[in-house]
């Protein structure tokens, strides 16, 4: 008979993740920093999931909370007046926490990808609102990723992600992103580089005219792009040029909110305050799926100004604010407030990056090494003088990243990238475990 932990019934490609024909790593089993494969190799879990279990794995305070609200009632919807207390004091807490940023209200869908495609829809909404239904457009930068939906695909600057799927959302272009290590104009001066880029979104704004515009949409740092981090410029100047031409902007805080890049949320590490922020994966850190889309006053005005809009706003989810993923999400930013897990990214984030620059030098394909709390990226290439990057049937970083598991830890190699992103509960004990395995890692296999 079928069993389902019997993996002689499996057929290998049933959920195709790369289509390889290899065994997969198969997770079994969490405790706080760590995870086991089935082979029982016990590895530090150097990428929280997928950039997402910030409070570690098997968290008893969390659990609880699931526990309870599952007993209490596992769930009901949001719509027509009706409500339910957990969803209510998830979006309290959501606006308290948020008050610096002048947010006001919530909506709820399942993952970063619903988060975003809601900010997308209300960004357009707004201007239909304010008498301007021909600002449409996005801007956003290369090398972003907003998830899977038409909406998120057409604002994602990796064309891997928007090849073949036909056109796109119309109106969506992309300008550079604010990369020190890459970039066109070889500009390696952060506060020149910080300008070059935020003049290119004054250009895009005016070249196509600022009454076309909707909304810029931007990671604070980017993330799935190869955790990319903008000089500290280019964030104030984005929000200077979205104000001086009226563009909203959205700020997608999937990977960076509640404190993985040092700051309780990327943007206000940059001293920015968005229009609208999109929060996912850490907001329940990954026990259960949620997304919020955060609004701000002047957003919010638009539909209290018009009687007639405030049933405008049909973008709810069936499973959008779930209460059981309302309860996980509360007990979560408990412990992210009480164990002041910003603070401690910030802090472990600098020590990790400052273990793993010596790589630059001492191995032989680390062109560059680069991070922003616990966000880390190393670069890796042909040629460090020309920063020619691996050819991409290469396969350096994905050999490095299984020694590494053989070392200890998981690494996640995205195309000639190895990319590091540990619970934010990670202390000293565990950074020096992760750039262990990297460095037996890379001794083995970088030679
Ligand atoms: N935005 C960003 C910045 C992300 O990193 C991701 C996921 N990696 C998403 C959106 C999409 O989130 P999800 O996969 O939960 O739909």
Redesign the pocket.
């Known amino acids: 008979p079928y069993n389902h932990t019997d993996y002689r019934f499996w057929h290998p490609m049933a959920h195709p993740n790369d289509w390889a024909e290899r065994e997969p790593l198969r997770i079994v089993k969490g405790d706080g920093l760590y995870i086991w494969d089935d082979k029982g190799r016990k590895m530090l879990d150097g990428f929280a999931g997928?950039?997402c279990v910030n409070v570690g794995h098997n968290r008893p305070e969390v659990k609880a909370a699931i526990t309870k609200q599952m007993d209490e009632l596992a769930y009901y919807q949001l719509f027509d007046g009706v409500s339910h207390p957990m969803a209510e004091a998830l979006s309290n807490r959501l606006i308290q926490m948020t008050q610096q940023e002048d947010m006001r209200r919530v909506l709820y869908g399942m993952?970063?990808?619903?988060?975003?495609e809601t900010a997308l829809k209300v960004a357009r909404q707004y201007w239909i609102l304010q008498g301007k239904p021909q600002r449409t457009r996005f801007i956003s930068l290369k090398n972003a990723?907003?998830?899977?939906h038409m909406g998120?695909t057409s604002v994602s600057g990796l064309p891997i992600y928007r090849l073949n799927y036909g056109p796109m959302l119309e109106g969506c272009t992309q300008i550079e992103s604010p990369w020190q290590y890459r970039n066109p104009w070889n500009c390696d001066d952060p506060d020149t580089l910080g300008k070059l880029v935020a003049e290119q979104l004054e250009r895009e704004i005016l070249y196509y005219g600022p009454d076309t515009v909707a909304a810029f949409i931007a990671?604070p740092v980017q993330?799935?792009g190869g955790v990319i981090v903008p000089p500290a410029n280019f964030w104030p100047l984005v929000r200077e040029i979205c104000d001086k031409y009226g563009v909203l902007l959205i700020a997608?805080e999937?990977?960076t909110g509640f404190g993985r890049s040092g700051a309780m949320f990327g943007s206000r590490g940059w001293g920015v305050k968005p229009d609208i922020m999109?929060f996912?994966?850490a907001l329940t850190a990954g026990y259960v799926?949620l997304?919020a889309t955060v609004l701000n006053q002047r957003i919010e005005a638009a539909y209290l100004d018009n009687r007639d809009a405030r049933g405008l706003l049909m973008t709810g989810f069936t499973y959008g604010g779930h209460p059981l993923a309302c309860a996980a999400g509360l007990a979560v930013l408990d412990i992210v407030e009480q164990e002041n897990l910003p603070a401690n990214a910030a802090h472990q984030g600098e020590y990790l990056l400052g273990q793993l620059l010596p790589f630059e030098s001492r191995f032989r394909s680390v062109g560059n090494v680069r991070g922003k709390g616990l966000m880390l990226a190393l670069d890796l290439v042909e040629d460090k003088a020309s920063k020619r990057t691996l050819a991409p049937d290469n396969g350096l970083a994905f050999r490095i990243a299984e020694a590494a598991r053989d070392a200890g830890a998981v690494v996640r190699p995205v195309g000639p990238k190895l990319v590091l992103a540990p619970p934010l509960t990670i202390d000293k004990a565990g950074c020096d475990t992760l750039v262990l395995a990297l460095q037996t890692a890379f001794e083995k296999e970088d030679r």
Do not use: C, N, Q
């Open positions: 997928l950039w993952g970063g990808s619903d988060g975003v990723y907003h998830g899977v998120g990671e993330g799935a997608d999937v990977v999109v996912a994966k799926p997304s």
